[in-house]
């Protein structure tokens, strides 16, 4: 069992990240600020207002949120409650390594540009239709949202990052990453992933 233990190289423990990371300002398309962050920045409604917050995008399966502060009991079951949400929540659904379909990260990327291009009716049952700076999340912002986000940014700012790498490197920066967590920050399964989804989005793009 010693043996075993020493056998075992010493993996540094992660450092905590800023609960809320602004990862590039204005982007010139949409004209908002695009955020990262993990689970504690995503469930501060206070911090994201402050920020100019409106819309949440969890890239996580494993993660939920209640942003629900007026809530009404579903009627077959009383933990269950539902109701308009104090901040705009999209879902993606990744799981942070193997095991997610071929074309799920293409879908992340359009899950992302629905919630900065969607525009909601004039309708009461529709309450939440501010335009405000769109904060990405995952468990610990350091994997998936890394991944998603890097991949809009390559495709929605090719003269600026020309590869969806170049992309990572600059997200990993301003998220604060630190370089000995970057092999892992995204999982190479996502970075891949992000990668061939960039042929599928131009194929995609030049159909419509």
């Not at 233990?5 to 450092?15: G, M």
């Not at 990993?172 to 995204?186: I, S, T």
Request: proline share 7%; hydrophobic share 40%.
């Amino acid at each position: 069992m010693q043996q075993l233990e020493r056998d075992i190289p010493h993996q540094p423990e992660s450092r905590e990240l800023p609960k809320l990371s602004l990862i590039y300002e204005q982007h010139p398309l949409y004209g908002v600020d695009l955020f990262i962050s993990g689970k504690e920045g995503a469930s501060d409604l206070n911090l994201l207002r402050s920020k100019g917050i409106t819309t949440v995008v969890n890239c996580a399966v494993n993660l939920d949120f209640n942003f629900v502060e007026q809530p009404r009991v579903v009627s077959d079951h009383e933990g269950s409650v539902y109701g308009p949400g104090e901040i705009r929540y999209f879902k993606i659904g990744l799981i942070d390594g193997e095991g997610n379909p071929e074309t799920q990260m293409v879908a992340a990327h359009y899950i992302l540009r629905a919630a900065l291009e969607q525009v909601l009716p004039e309708k009461p049952s529709y309450p939440r239709r501010e335009r405000g700076s769109v904060l990405i999340n995952c468990r610990g912002g350091r994997s998936r949202s890394v991944a998603v986000v890097s991949l809009f940014l390559h495709v929605t700012l090719p003269q600026e990052f020309p590869t969806v790498d170049n992309a990572i490197g600059f997200v990993r920066v301003k998220r604060e990453l630190p370089e000995n967590e970057w092999y892992k920050a995204p999982k190479p399964v996502l970075a891949d992933a992000a990668r061939r989804a960039v042929a599928w989005i131009a194929m995609i793009d030049a159909a419509q």
